[in-house]
């Protein structure tokens, strides 16, 4: 089955401390793409970041970077020297071939909420 | 830069009532999707379409119709409106492969009462 699993609901981090949120997946498949997405309180979706299972290299987006373990088929998003404004719901997705087209299957969240 | 554009944000209806959300992209995108999502949860694909013309059913389309007549425009009606379909609705959209980097609407917040 095609999963998405976020195992931290909610997590507290002191600002300017780095952040790690875990994501593991489950596919069979050998082609796939993992996505980060943050949800602010206002309600809209922001892209963060991207890994290709085939990309050898981490994805890194300025202070976010994705830590690809893919025999572990874990897929951590890592925030570097967090932020007030980095207090939001935070989504991993992960893109699969269903049937004649792609799909995204999306993990539960995890609330991130930065004390000062 | 107007994006995706999603109306309205924010509706009540009663059991029974249509509704049509409606979204429209000025990017050119090829693929629009409906996503639903509910507390605590993940987005839930209703129906996306990959170009004007051509629809398909996603994980959650009962309840649900939906059409694609111009590249910019991919209304979701709701016919007979239940409790079980208050949620959050967002539209998205993306260019050129299926489920790359998507752009979000802002949201649509229904109730049904």
């Known amino acids: 089955a095609q999963k998405i699993t976020q195992t931290q609901p909610g997590m507290f981090v002191q600002e300017k401390e780095a952040v790690t949120l875990d994501c593991t997946y489950d596919?069979?498949?050998?082609?796939?793409?993992l996505f980060w997405y943050k949800q602010p309180s206002s309600g809209e979706m922001i892209f963060l970041i991207y890994?290709?299972?085939?990309d050898e290299q981490n994805a890194t987006e300025g202070r976010y970077s994705l830590n690809f373990q893919k025999a572990r088929k874990s897929a951590n998003l890592v925030i570097s020297a967090s932020q007030l404004g980095d207090s939001a719901m935070y989504f991993c997705?992960?893109?699969?071939?269903?049937?004649?087209?792609?799909?995204?299957?999306w993990g539960a969240g995890t609330k991130l909420i930065i004390k000062p | 830069n107007a994006g995706v554009t999603q109306t309205p944000k924010f509706r009540i209806l009663k059991i029974g009532q249509s509704m049509t959300l409606q979204c429209t992209q000025d990017?050119?995108?090829?693929?629009m999707y409906w996503y639903r999502q509910d507390p605590g949860m993940g987005l839930k694909l209703i129906y996306y379409?990959?170009?004007?013309?051509?629809?398909d059913k996603g994980e959650v389309p009962n309840g649900y119709n939906v059409s694609r007549s111009t590249t910019e425009d991919f209304p979701l009606r709701l016919e007979l409106a239940a409790p079980s379909q208050t949620s959050v609705y967002f539209c998205?959209?993306?260019?050129?492969?299926?489920?790359?980097?998507?752009?979000f609407g802002s949201g649509t917040q229904l109730s049904v009462l």
């Open positions: 990017m050119n995108h090829n693929y």
């Open positions: 379409s990959v170009g004007a013309g051509i629809t």
């Open positions: 998205a959209s993306s260019y050129r492969v299926a489920n790359e980097k998507l752009f």
């Open positions: 997705a992960m893109r699969v071939r269903m049937d004649s087209n792609y799909q995204l299957i």
């Open positions: 890994q290709g299972s085939y």
């Open positions: 596919t069979s498949d050998q082609s796939y793409g």
